[in-house]
């Protein structure tokens, strides 16, 4: 084309004419025009390639701060939530008059058999077997097994489980015992003892382990059959074992092996 360009204004610029500018004109012009768009397409296509470039890096530096700022988020959130259970587990141990250590749930059986969780206390802190363990809600379970630093607790829904208690309202005795995930029984009630859906269920205190008056759950079903000597029951604890993450266990000698073993002698 700038060969051809050339001569034609050679031409032109020899016999110089109105046809000749005319037709070079018509010739010259469409690719004139072609070139010019085609340079200010990679123009534009080169400057924009440099825009994205930075626009990429700005939204992978933009997402890496969200990310970070998201986390720190997350952060405080779990921070405030572990400050809140904290601050009940707090105001419930003003409550108890024995001498309590606070201890997180670090892990659960996965067993279906069993229903246990382990805490990041034991022995070193003063956790002994047979010790009662409770929460904020309610009481928890029972220290079975005892280690320097962890301890294995078997909670009130296992089957191996049995509390002495008492319905509040009424003071009828039974036992309490694990029925099913997540539920209990009170076992030998009398039939003509006064027990209604949503009465509260307490600790006697009369099995040696768990201090009188602690809240074990709720009357959610009962039944009394026209025959026999106990009327069925079905308690719904007050914990809840699937979100529990800190208890308190109590330092009271009482039902230990500690406590047995200081009789002995």
């Known amino acids: 084309m700038i060969i051809?360009?050339?001569?034609?204004l050679s031409i032109t610029s020899r016999y110089p004419s109105h046809e000749y500018g005319r037709?070079?004109?018509?010739?010259?012009?469409?690719?004139?025009?072609?070139?010019?768009?085609?340079?200010?397409?990679?123009?534009?296509?080169w400057n924009n390639y440099f825009s994205l470039v930075a626009a990429a890096?700005?939204?992978?530096?933009?997402?890496?701060?969200?990310?970070?700022?998201?986390?720190?988020?997350?952060?405080?959130?779990?921070?405030?939530?572990?400050?809140?259970?904290?601050?009940?587990?707090?105001?419930?141990?003003?409550?108890?008059?024995?001498?309590?250590?606070?201890?997180?749930?670090?892990?659960?059986?996965?067993s279906a058999w069993f229903q246990t969780i382990i805490i990041d206390k034991g022995s070193a802190d003063g956790v002994l077997k047979g010790l009662p363990v409770v929460a904020s809600e309610g009481i928890v379970g029972q220290v079975t097994d005892a280690a320097v630093h962890y301890s294995k607790v078997l909670l009130i829904t296992d089957g191996n489980s049995a509390v002495d208690a008492l319905v509040q309202r009424t003071r009828a005795r039974g036992l309490v015992q694990g029925y099913r995930s997540g539920l209990c029984t009170l076992k030998y009630v009398l039939r003509k003892d006064d027990v209604t859906s949503q009465d509260i269920i307490v600790t006697s205190?009369?099995?040696?382990?768990?201090p009188k008056g602690l809240r074990v759950g709720y009357?959610?079903?009962?039944?009394?059959?026209?025959?026999?000597?106990?009327?069925?029951?079905?308690?719904?604890?007050?914990?809840?074992?699937?979100?529990?993450e800190e208890v308190l266990v109590i330092l009271n000698k009482t039902g230990s092996d500690e406590k047995e073993v200081g009789f002995g002698g």
């Open 205 to 210: 205190g009369l099995d040696g382990v768990f």
């Open 57 to 110: 890096e700005e939204n992978r530096s933009l997402k890496k701060a969200l990310n970070e700022a998201e986390a720190r988020n997350n952060f405080c959130y779990e921070a405030e939530l572990s400050n809140i259970r904290l601050r009940h587990l707090f105001d419930f141990k003003k409550t108890l008059t024995d001498e309590v250590i606070a201890a997180e749930v670090i892990g659960k059986d996965p």
């Open 23 to 45: 037709l070079s004109l018509f010739i010259m012009a469409p690719f004139q025009d072609a070139v010019s768009n085609s340079l200010n397409f990679l123009k534009n296509i």
């Open 219 to 244: 009357v959610s079903k009962v039944i009394r059959r026209n025959s026999g000597i106990f009327q069925e029951v079905d308690v719904t604890p007050y914990t809840d074992f699937e979100k529990i």
């Open 4 to 8: 051809a360009n050339i001569t034609i």
